[in-house]
């Protein structure tokens, strides 16, 4: 039984599917306008253990991820610029070559993680005609008013607006701040579709019923989660930013239009923080994945800190307690390398793994249990096949550690093992550096040479 934190009703609840051994899921994707920092890719990492953790238990997982790649504003408030059409401009390259630069990038990031991909990665631009259609639905059900800059949904229309966050709408007048847009009935109510300024040569726009533009931030995910996952579907995630205007905007969109809800459980994950501030790239306090890469980290050692830490708790990140996580891993791939081939799966170790990671993902205290495997008593060949069960949850790719060396490096070690035993050293240790550009570490043991791979 997999139990998970729902936001709608904060608390630990029983997954229930609503078919039998599926489930549908949709998180929300990245804004394709630079590179995806480490906190972005936190948020991707707990959304692969949740796709992970269901396949464990034998649930066929659909997964959905949509890419931005139009319309999100630097403002929430449905002020500001397309941050894409501004990036494209301040680089001086077409927003649309952008958008495929950082898409590709992104899945590459998802790949180094070794995060699973998901089954259909849709994007917002080639949905434009569903996006369309949705906001004449709810134009036809009354919940939308046109202003000089675009189309508004109306939240007073809705009588649970704001329901997963559990805004105080009462009070929003008084602790409203000054609002950019006038035309605006309530500081809540967002763009559905916002037309072209006459004065603005914009890259990418649509013709509409109401006049040339483009779509608001919101309506992509609203429109292609029914198209690929029906409404309503199982589990909708995010990071926690997520929870008072993007996702309880979807919810108002396609609960307004459909007459039921949009998904039955939210998960949110919580930031990851440097210097004691949210990294983000409006406050500038970002590290990529390949900036991690350049100072000599894994990628994969990012994988193993983001699990020390439960998902809906802050994860505080610093190069100490990356290099930490990198120490753990490669302390775990040594261990690893020396086991023989896998055998069968210690059952009650199996059991404990999975009574953790399925109350709500506990991956820290899964990762407590894989020390305690490696340091059990256990023949090392039950260990190796028990630690490779947890890693289809965990993703470390530990089996990697333990593949046959290939033929050609095979040869070095020989070499290397007659160099030492005439002593040449520096002969050996030539080879050894030789040996470690292709990719493995050698460890010297009383029973002869051990490697490990330090890369895929
Ligand atoms: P964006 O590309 O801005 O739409 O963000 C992509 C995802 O990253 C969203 O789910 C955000 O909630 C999440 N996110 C943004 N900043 C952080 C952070 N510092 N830590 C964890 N997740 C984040
Ligand atoms: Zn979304």
């Known amino acids: 039984m997999v139990k998970l934190f729902n936001t709608l009703t904060r608390k630990i609840e029983e997954f229930k599917p609503i078919s039998e051994g599926k489930v549908g899921l949709y998180e929300c994707g990245p804004t394709v306008y630079q590179y995806a920092h480490i906190g972005n890719l936190r948020t991707y990492i707990f959304g692969d253990v949740l796709r992970r953790v269901l396949e464990f238990n034998g649930y066929q997982v659909k997964e959905v991820m949509n890419i931005t790649d139009v319309g999100h504003l630097t403002s929430d408030q449905d002020s500001g610029e397309d941050k894409l059409e501004k990036e494209a401009k301040k680089v001086g390259e077409s927003a649309w070559e952008l958008s495929q630069k950082y898409t590709a990038a992104f899945v590459e990031d998802l790949k180094k993680l070794n995060i699973l991909l998901p089954e259909i990665m849709p994007k917002a631009t080639d949905h434009i005609p569903e996006q369309l259609g949705l906001i004449q639905k709810l134009e036809l059900k009354g919940f939308t008013y046109q202003t000089t800059d675009g189309i508004y949904f109306d939240t007073s229309k809705l009588k649970d607006y704001g329901k997963l966050a559990r805004l105080n709408l009462s009070g929003q007048q008084a602790g409203a701040r000054v609002e950019e847009n006038l035309e605006k009935r309530s500081q809540h109510d967002f763009a559905l579709w916002k037309f072209s300024k006459p004065d603005e040569a914009r890259q990418m726009e649509w ?31 995010g990071g926690i930013d997520h929870i008072p205007v993007h996702h309880t905007n979807e919810i108002a969109q396609s609960e307004a ?64 307690s990356l290099q930490a996580a990198q120490n753990a891993l490669t302390s775990l791939r040594q261990t690893v390398s020396s086991w023989p081939a896998p055998t069968e799966v210690n059952r009650e170790f199996e059991k404990k793994f999975k009574e953790k990671i399925n109350h709500d993902l506990d991956t820290p205290g899964s990762l407590a249990l894989v020390w305690e495997l490696v340091g059990s008593s256990l023949p090392d060949e039950i260990k190796a096949a028990t ?60 029973a002869g040479p051990k490697w490990f791979k330090t890369r895929d």
Not at 207 to 236: K, N, R
Not at 410 to 439: P, V
Request: proline share 2%.
């Open 387 to 446: 630690l490779f069960r947890f890693d289809e949850v965990l993703g470390l790719n530990l089996l990697q550690s333990q593949v046959n060396i290939d033929l050609a490096t095979q040869k070095l070690i020989n070499e290397r093992e007659e160099a030492r035993d005439r002593k040449d050293f520096a002969k050996a240790d030539l080879i050894r550096s030789q040996i470690t550009n292709l990719g493995y570490i050698l460890r010297d043991t009383e």
């Open 207 to 237: 013709d509409s019923p109401w006049g040339t533009g483009f779509p608001g931030w919101h309506i992509e995910c609203s429109a292609m989660s029914t198209m690929y996952l029906g409404q309503p579907f199982d589990i909708h995630t």
């Open 257 to 320: 239009a459909y007459g039921k809800s949009l998904a039955n459980y939210f998960l949110h994950g919580e930031f990851l923080v440097w210097n004691e501030a949210k990294m983000g790239k409006s406050a500038g306090n970002i590290f990529t994945l390949s900036q991690l890469s350049e100072q000599g980290y894994d990628s994969l050692s990012f994988r193993y800190l983001s699990l020390t830490a439960h998902y809906r708790s802050k994860l505080n990140f610093s190069l100490y």
